[in-house]
C-alpha cells in the first residue's frame, strides 16, 4: 500500500509522493514519447497526483503545453478522471521569462484555456502560482472564488505565499493547498510558520522543488548525511531526501520533478523507506 496523504478538508486521499511536472515542458524538455512514458510510470506505479500550471512551457506562444501532455498522457492510459490534477494560474511567459499577472481578467482566461487543455469541466485543485504585487490578493482570490461558484474549478490553492497572505486569503475563500519551495537544504517554510498554520488550518502542504529544484539539485546527491543514510538504508540521497520530507508531517505532499523514468520511479521509492528516530535526528540536526 502506498503512503497516503489528505488533500486539505476535500476528502480526497492522494498518493504522498506526487509528480511535478514541471520539468516535462521547459526548454530543455525530453521528447514527448518520453515525458509520456514518465507520466504512464508514475500512474502505473500506482501515483494519483499531478502538479502543472498553464505556463509549464517553452514561452507564452507554447502556454498549456504540460496540461496538453498530462491530458494526452491520461487518455492513453485510458485513465482521464482517475488522476488528481492540481493545475495554476496567475504568471505569463513573454520570451520565456517568468512574469506575475494576477489579475482577475487573465485568471479568468487563463482557467478557461485550462480547461481546454486538460479537456475537462472542472478543475479539481486550482492554484493561485503567486501573489502579484500591482493586485490586492484579494481581488485574485476573490476571482478563484467566482470560478468556483461556476464550477470551472472545485478547491482553490495557493502558492509562493507567507503566513499573512494564507490568513487574508482565507478570510474569503477555504484554502485546500498551499504549495511553497521546500527541501532538505531550504527549510524556510518550517521555520516561517507557514508549515504550522498549515497544520492549524488543516490546509495541505505541497513542498515544491522537494530535491533541490531545477538547477539546485546536484547538490542533494553530495550532501554527507543524506548518502551516509542512503547507504545505510540501500537507497539513493534523494530517496532520503524525500523520506525525510514526508517523516515531517502528515500534511506535506512533495511533487518531485522529473524528466527521466528513473527520476520519477526513485521518488515514488521514498514512501517506503522508514527512518529511525535516530536518523531523523540527524537529518532534522543537520548544519546547512
Ligand atoms: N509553485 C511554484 O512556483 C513552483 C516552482 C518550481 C517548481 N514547482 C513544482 O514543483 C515540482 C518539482 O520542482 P522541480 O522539478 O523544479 O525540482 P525538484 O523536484 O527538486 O527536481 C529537480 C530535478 O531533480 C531530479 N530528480 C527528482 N527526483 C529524483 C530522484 N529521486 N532521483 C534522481 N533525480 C531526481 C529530476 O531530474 P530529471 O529531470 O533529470 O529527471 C528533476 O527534474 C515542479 O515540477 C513543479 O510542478 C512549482
Redesign the pocket.
Request: aromatic residues 4%.
Given at each position: 500500500m502506498l503512503k497516503t496523504r489528505q488533500l486539505g478538508k476535500t476528502g480526497k486521499s492522494v498518493t504522498a509522493i506526487g509528480l511535478?511536472?514541471?520539468?516535462l515542458s521547459l526548454a530543455n524538455r525530453p521528447d514527448e514519447k518520453t515525458a509520456i512514458e514518465v507520466i504512464r510510470v508514475f500512474i502505473d506505479l500506482g501515483g494519483n497526483f499531478i502538479?502543472?500550471?498553464n505556463v509549464?512551457c517553452k514561452d507564452n506562444s507554447d502556454v498549456g503545453h504540460n496540461e496538453r501532455l498530462i491530458q494526452k498522457a491520461l487518455k492513453t492510459a485510458g485513465k482521464t478522471g482517475e488522476i488528481i490534477i492540481a493545475t495554476?494560474g496567475g504568471l505569463r511567459r513573454p520570451k520565456g521569462r517568468w512574469e506575475t499577472d494576477a489579475s482577475p481578467a487573465w485568471l479568468r482566461t487563463s482557467c478557461e484555456r485550462s480547461l481546454l487543455d486538460l479537456d475537462t469541466d472542472s478543475i479539481f485543485l486550482y492554484?493561485l502560482?503567486?501573489p502579484d504585487p500591482r493586485v490586492s490578493l484579494i481581488e485574485s482570490v476573490g476571482e478563484l472564488l467566482r470560478l468556483r461558484e461556476e464550477g470551472k474549478i472545485q478547491h482553490i490553492g495557493l502558492?509562493?505565499v507567507n503566513t499573512h497572505e494564507i490568513l487574508a486569503a482565507l478570510t474569503i475563500a477555504p484554502i485546500t493547498s498551499v504549495?511553497n519551495?521546500c527541501?532538505f537544504l531550504e527549510r524556510k517554510s518550517f521555520t516561517n510558520g507557514v508549515i504550522e498554520l498549515c497544520v492549524e488550518k488543516n490546509i495541505t502542504f505541497i513542498a515544491?522543488?522537494?530535491?533541490?529544484?531545477?538547477f539546485d539539485?546536484g547538490k542533494l546527491a553530495t550532501n554527507r548525511t543524506l548518502m551516509k543514510l542512503a547507504q545505510e538504508h540501500g537507497a539513493?540521497p534523494?530517496?532520503i531526501a524525500?523520506a525525510w520530507l514526508l517523516a515531517s508531517g502528515e500534511h506535506i505532499l512533495p511533487?518531485?520533478?522529473?524528466?527521466?523514468v528513473?527520476?520519477?520511479t526513485?521518488?515514488l521509492k521514498?514512501m517506503d523507506i522508514t527512518l529511525s528516530h535516530s536518523d531523523f535526528r540527524l537529518l532534522n540536526q543537520v548544519d546547512i
Open positions: 511535478g511536472a514541471m520539468p502538479d502543472t500550471a509549464y495554476k492554484q502560482h503567486a502558492s509562493n504549495q519551495r527541501n515544491h522543488s522537494p530535491v533541490g529544484g531545477h539539485h539513493s534523494y530517496e524525500l511533487i518531485p520533478g522529473a524528466s527521466k528513473s527520476s520519477i526513485s521518488s521514498s
